[in-house]
């Protein structure tokens, strides 16, 4: 009984890390109002797509900027256009991959969670294509992505990714499985201690 007791202890500990790491998490989304594991893939043999940039549990109300980088690993899509939520005055500094974007118009977290940017790509095949997401060059917060709050632009937080992966790292995918959060794997185990 102890010994459960001290293992439940330590996965809680080992939660709160996980659900700190998940705090301003920033991912791809193929879907700009339901944020799940499946909408992390999309199957698409050709046409065109829209990939969602969307922050998840921000702590601020809303932001006034974003930073990240996408990359593709597999045959590569090609962009054909990148934007952002409409009204929201979005302007990249950046590149269509390489996003230092900043709102004229910020856009309001609901729930925590906020569309970012729109990228559409062109997909050409039925290969698995990995998106991956990560920091900017040159990046506001060394090796991570970033919001920024929409009242105090100086006010801004590094991200991790809603995959919970290593930065840079896979946020979803096409033609693929999608991706599996951490968190739900973390509550598993708790939950199994019990049983």
């Given at each position: 009984m102890i010994r459960r007791l001290i293992s439940a202890m330590a996965m809680v500990m080992l939660l709160a890390g996980v659900a700190t790491a998940?705090?301003?998490?920033?991912g791809v989304f193929f879907s700009d109002i339901?944020?799940?594991?499946e909408t992390s893939n999309i199957d698409a043999t050709s046409?065109?797509?829209?990939l969602y940039i969307v922050v998840l549990d921000c702590e601020f109300a809303s932001v006034s900027q974003y930073e990240c980088s996408l990359s593709f690993t597999g045959p590569a899509p090609t962009v054909t256009n990148v934007d952002g939520p409409a009204g929201a005055g979005w302007t990249n500094f950046?590149?269509?991959l390489n996003h230092q974007v900043m709102f004229l118009n910020p856009p309001v977290t609901v729930e925590g969670a906020a569309v970012l940017g729109i990228v559409t790509?062109?997909?050409?095949?039925?290969?698995?294509v990995e998106v991956n997401l990560g920091p900017p060059v040159p990046a506001t917060v060394p090796e991570r992505p970033m919001v920024?709050?929409?009242v105090d632009?100086?006010?801004?937080?590094?991200?991790?990714?809603?995959?919970?992966?290593d930065i840079p790292g896979v946020?979803?995918?096409?033609?693929?499985?999608?991706?599996t959060a951490t968190e739900s794997l973390a509550w598993t185990a708790i939950r199994n201690l019990f049983e």
């Open positions: 998940q705090g301003n998490g920033m339901e944020f799940t594991d046409g065109t797509v829209d950046g590149s269509d790509i062109s997909v050409d095949s039925p290969s698995l920024a709050n929409g632009p100086d006010d801004y937080v590094g991200c991790g990714l809603t995959s919970g992966a946020v979803a995918t096409v033609n693929g499985s999608g991706i």
